[in-house]
C-alpha cells in the first residue's frame, strides 16, 4: 500500500474503531450542563479576535453550538464527566464544530470551540460567568 493510502485509510479505521467502542454517543448525558446555573451568563474571550457577548442560559445546548446558535444541529457526545463535556456536532447545510465545556463552578465556565461555519475555519476560547437573571 502507498503512503497516499496509508495516509487515507488510518484517520478513517480510528474513527470507525472509536465509534464501534461507543465514544461517539447521540443524546449521551449531558448532565454538565444541566448543572449550571440559569440566568444571563457573559462569554469573555480568552484570546483570539471573539469579542464579549451575552447569553441568556436557558436552553443549555446553546453552549454547545455557539458559532453555530439557533440551528437545529446533530450532537454526539465524546465525552462526559462531572466537571468537563466535549460534543461534537453537525449542522446540515452549515458546518460543523467540537465544543469543550469545563466546569469551574455552577457559575464559571471554560469554552473551547473549532469547526466549520459559513466555508470558514473557526476556533475560540471563552471563559463564562454568570451575572444575573434573563
Not at 444541566?34 to 436552553?59: A, V
Request: glycine share 10%.
Amino acid at each position: 500500500m502507498n503512503n497516499a493510502c496509508l495516509r487515507y485509510a488510518f484517520p478513517g479505521a480510528l474513527l470507525l474503531m472509536l465509534a464501534a467502542a461507543g465514544v461517539a454517543k447521540p443524546d449521551g448525558d449531558m448532565a454538565l450542563l444541566e448543572s449550571l446555573d440559569r440566568g444571563m451568563w457573559q462569554l469573555r474571550p480568552t484570546g483570539g479576535t471573539m469579542s464579549t457577548s451575552k447569553i441568556c442560559l436557558g436552553k443549555s445546548e446553546s453552549l454547545t453550538q455557539i458559532q453555530h446558535s439557533g440551528l437545529a444541529c446533530e450532537q454526539f457526545v465524546v465525552r462526559s464527566s462531572a466537571n468537563s463535556l466535549t460534543v461534537s456536532y453537525t449542522c446540515a447545510g452549515h458546518g460543523q464544530g467540537l465544543t469543550v465545556i469545563r466546569k469551574e463552578t455552577n457559575r464559571i465556565i471554560h469554552i473551547q470551540s473549532q469547526g466549520i461555519r459559513n466555508n470558514a475555519p473557526f476556533s475560540f476560547s471563552a471563559e463564562g460567568r454568570r451575572t444575573g437573571p434573563c
